[in-house]
């Protein structure tokens, strides 16, 4: 592995901004950036639809499963002859797939997807949460979507609760835990441009000059 690859594993809340941090801090190094990229490049890779790896996300979304149980991912993928083939967990296994290959050859920064699950056996990788108070969250989805303001708490509240069930399925652990990560940001706190800034100036003081 090269002493100069690194992965910046960004988790986020709704409207908390990351999506945007994580473009920043990838046009600050010149890596590339992935978020539902992935989906397509699993798609490649298992030959199986990207509109079925998106309907999957879907229904993940709207399932009862992740409110009664869980699937620790543990790096198994089930074998095209299976029928259970084209099934959620082995679609996720799959983006999995996609992520250790990528971490395997390249720097880059990746929004959710429990990156920071997947590849926490990966050396130089860093995960980061970033989150906001529910006010702050709901203004910039108003201002982003174009929605009411009910409309967007709504909105926050459901992603959210997606999002966290996700994460628990899928890894076993705590989407909020701060024991989870290497740094949390608080966006209401700090602008966008000083979140990139902590996370340089932790990469300098993590990685030295390798970076």
Request: glycine share 6%; with cysteine; hydrophobic share 35%.
């Amino acid at each position: 592995m090269a002493d100069d690859r690194f992965v910046l594993a960004l988790t986020r809340t709704c409207g908390s901004g990351a999506t945007i941090i994580g473009k920043m801090l990838a046009e600050e190094y010149g890596i590339g950036f992935y978020d539902k990229k992935i989906l397509r490049m699993a798609s490649d890779d298992s030959g199986i639809s990207e509109e079925l790896f998106a309907k999957a996300d879907e229904t993940m979304k709207k399932s009862l499963l992740y409110n009664v149980t869980k699937k620790v991912y543990n790096g198994e993928i089930i074998p095209p002859e299976s029928p259970d083939y084209t099934k959620n967990d082995n679609l996720f296994a799959f983006q999995a797939k996609v992520l250790k290959e990528l971490a395997e050859r390249e720097s880059f920064v990746c929004i959710g997807r429990a990156a920071d699950y997947v590849l926490r056996d990966f050396p130089h990788v860093v995960s980061i949460f970033v989150y906001a108070p529910l006010e702050k969250c709901i203004q910039t989805e108003m201002a982003r979507l174009d929605m009411s303001r009910k409309e967007a708490e709504k909105h926050i509240i459901e992603m959210d609760k997606y999002r966290r069930a996700y994460y628990k399925y899928h890894t076993g652990k705590e989407w909020e835990s701060p024991y989870n990560y290497d740094l949390c940001l608080n966006t209401g706190e700090l602008t966008y441009e000083q979140c990139v800034q902590v996370v340089v100036d932790y990469l300098k003081v993590k990685f030295g000059e390798i970076l």
